[in-house]
């Protein structure tokens, strides 16, 4: 393992040739984490690549098989969550698991509560919280249920709960994913009061814009070893991607030459009161048409009233010329219409089901005889789509939790691609998933656009947008601003647009 050019300061936390097996399958080979006090330190790497596993290890989730941890120069006491909290580290995971139905004060201490005379003392607790609150530089209230807050402020009452339990370590798991801009830079600036405080802050992140932001070292694996740490102000982006994927990247964006054809989709003056109004597009075979805009501009909302899961209140779509009747997904999709939403685990998938039944959901009609699902079938569907999206698994009958967020993805495009649509309505489509598999859904798209279909692609990621489509549609507060052609686009245009700003002609 490669360590970076560090002064002379302890490190709080040392994991070198950490090994770990589930059956057959080496999740660590040869990993390693060093942590020093007062800093961000970014753990990147592919889904896949070993991140999860190392973190879970030190959180107590898992015993490693061989390797050496220490902390604060002792050896680490491996076992349970509870050793790993009352040793001083904290896991905040993506998705924050608060009591919804008990104040936020009870939440940070939940399981802790604070005593005096044999009775929880409300007071002190009340007391306590908010005092974490304002040490993280927020303004919460600690008598507040935590149900109806935001995600946002979910995981800073999850900090102030680490904080509370004195933790010096304090892991952070994809925080940003759900978060709009603003709510990024509020929890940028709590992460850096906790390293300006002495805590160790690890950071796990696909954004490297968020990295290079942010972080001061980083750390990056590939199939479960650690390759190389480094300081972030000595490196590039094109560097870390290198290290996490082993081979030069150098088109992201596999963008084919398009051969646009005739319109296969048209909207007209489409309209749902308080969401969006006067929307009207077309998109043609071969074409990728991208819905751009900040987070609350409409796009999601546009995508799912011409899917049919919400019925609009005016305006039309027609596929082919023929018009579709609003509100019935059955019959988009027999039109040749799919929608791959923005939330896998929640829209996409059952996650407790099989590979094989996931990707086959959508044939059901196709796959079964007699009013019987022909399982030879649909394990054979299943197997032909996980081979063409390379989705790497180790049984199809394994439920589809078990794997990695990018090959979930491909999952969910396997099981549209299926059904051979004409056109595919792509939400968000390589959100929390590693750089590798972006270049491979990437190239899917466009392969799949140069054959003939029609590809409408919602994103958030304006090097995606720039790269991918043919034609940039952008919206703000649920109205059209302006529509770009890829040769006119821009990342100055673009934002100008969504933000209400005119753009010179």
Not at 116 to 142: T, Y
Request: aromatic content about 4%.
């Amino acid at each position: 393992m490669v360590r970076s050019k560090t002064s002379a300061r302890v490190a709080v936390l040392e994991m070198a040739h950490v090994a770990k097996a589930f059956g057959g399958v080496q999740a660590l080979v040869d990993a390693g984490l060093v942590l020093y006090p007062g800093e961000v330190h970014a753990l990147l790497g592919e889904n896949g690549a070993g991140k999860s596993t190392l973190l879970k290890t030190l959180a107590g989730v898992h015993r490693s098989d061989a390797g050496e941890i220490t902390l604060h120069g002792r050896a680490f006491e491996q076992g349970s969550t509870r050793d790993s909290i009352e040793q001083g580290i904290a896991v905040i995971y993506q998705e924050p698991s608060l009591f919804p139905d008990l104040s936020l004060a009870e939440n940070v201490f939940v399981g802790r509560q604070l005593v005096s005379g044999g009775l929880v003392d409300w007071a002190a607790m009340e007391k306590a919280s908010r005092a974490l609150f304002e040490r993280l530089g927020v303004n919460l209230d600690p008598h507040a249920k935590a149900r109806g807050i935001s995600i946002a402020d979910q995981q800073i009452v999850e900090i102030a709960k680490a904080l509370s339990t004195d933790a010096r370590i304090i892991v952070m798991d994809e925080p940003t994913a759900a978060l709009s801009s603003q709510e990024v830079e509020r929890l940028f600036s709590v992460v850096r009061n906790l390293r300006d405080q002495g805590g160790a802050v690890v950071f796990v992140s696909h954004r490297l814009d968020e990295v290079f932001a942010l972080c001061d070292r980083m750390t990056v694996m590939r199939d479960g070893s650690t390759v190389g740490t480094s300081l972030i102000r000595d490196t590039t982006d094109s560097e870390v991607v290198r290290m996490m994927v082993g081979r030069e990247v150098s088109e992201l964006f596999p963008k084919l030459e398009p051969r646009i054809g005739d319109v296969v989709l048209k909207v007209e003056n489409l309209g749902l009161a308080g969401q969006f109004s006067n929307i009207s597009f077309e998109v043609r075979s071969g074409e990728i048409f991208a819905l751009a805009g900040l987070v609350g501009s409409g796009r999601s909302e546009v995508i799912r009233a011409i899917f049919g899961i919400d019925r609009y209140d005016t305006g039309s779509v027609t596929i082919h010329g023929s018009r579709l009747a609003p509100g019935r997904p059955a019959v988009s999709m027999e039109q040749g219409i799919a929608l791959v939403p923005e939330d896998r685990r929640q829209q996409g998938l059952f996650m407790a089901s099989s590979i094989a039944r996931n990707v086959a959901v959508t044939m059901l009609k196709k796959l079964t005889s007699w009013l019987l699902l022909r399982r030879t079938r649909e394990e054979s569907t299943a197997a032909t789509w996980a081979e063409t999206l390379q989705v790497k698994f180790a049984n199809l009958a394994d439920p589809v939790d078990k794997l990695s967020g990018g090959n979930q993805q491909k999952v969910v495009l396997a099981k549209w691609l299926a059904t051979e649509p004409r056109v595919l309505i792509v939400d968000e489509p390589t959100r929390g998933i590693d750089v590798g598999t972006k270049a491979e859904v990437h190239k899917l798209l466009s392969q799949k656009a140069q054959q003939g279909m029609a590809v409408i692609m919602v994103s958030s990621e304006l090097p995606e947008v720039m790269g991918m489509a043919d034609r940039v549609f952008v919206m703000r507060e649920g109205q059209h601003r302006g529509t770009l052609e890829r040769s006119e686009a821009t990342p100055e245009k673009i934002i100008t647009l969504a933000t209400g700003g005119a753009v010179a002609s």
